[in-house]
């Protein structure tokens, strides 16, 4: 995987969201270009921003104020609910609180994962056992039918008995001040 990239990626998954019920998707050319886009940025970039998701932009544009509303509020607020151990590492971390190969990530974010039951992967899950409410269940599992075909498997080999269930992140950035300039910011990153 490349780190030098100078944009993140967009994909319109479109036609995973109109073909993804379909386990033939993969012989639709919507989907194969899709398929390939998909590859290319797991390869290349490790994320991508998607669009063409069915999420209505009233959705987005209230997820976006609260969570304009949830990074304004003073930091002892924010705490209530900080990421732990003990919420499945979900939650609140506080800017330079996250990592990336060695360098404190200037943000704020929420971490929001697939929800893990208990017993769900035995005792190699108890780590991320946990709830959260999400809104994109669906689209996560069509986009990950994509990955399925991109990786040379069946749309449905990531899931069920052959894959076990597909896990998603969705991370909500908080930025001091103002975030940086994206063209794409009304759009769902993965």
Not at 91 to 113: F, R, S, W
Request: aromatic share 8%; glycine share 12%; proline share 6%.
């Amino acid at each position: 995987m490349t780190t030098d990239f100078k944009s993140i990626p967009v994909i319109d998954v479109g036609p995973l969201v109109t073909k993804g019920d379909d386990l033939k998707m993969g012989q639709d050319p919507g989907v194969r270009e899709v398929v390939k886009q998909l590859d290319r940025a797991c390869r290349e970039t490790g994320f991508f921003y998607v669009k063409g998701h069915g999420v209505p932009q009233s959705l987005m544009n209230e997820v976006k104020d609260v969570t304009h509303r949830f990074f304004d509020l003073p930091y002892d607020e924010k705490l209530k609910i900080k990421l732990t151990p003990s919420t499945g590492y979900r939650g609140y971390q506080k800017m330079k609180a996250n990592i990336t190969k060695g360098v404190p990530d200037l943000q704020e974010a929420i971490d929001y994962y697939r929800e893990v039951k208990k017993g769900m992967y035995g005792s190699l899950g108890e780590i991320l056992e946990g709830c959260n409410q999400c809104l994109v269940t669906d689209l996560s599992r069509k986009i990950m039918r994509g990955i399925a075909l991109a990786l040379g498997g069946s749309a449905d080999e990531l899931e069920g008995e052959k894959g076990g269930d597909p896990f998603w992140v969705v991370r909500l950035i908080g930025y001091p001040g103002k975030p940086p300039a994206n063209p794409q910011f009304n759009d769902i990153g993965w």
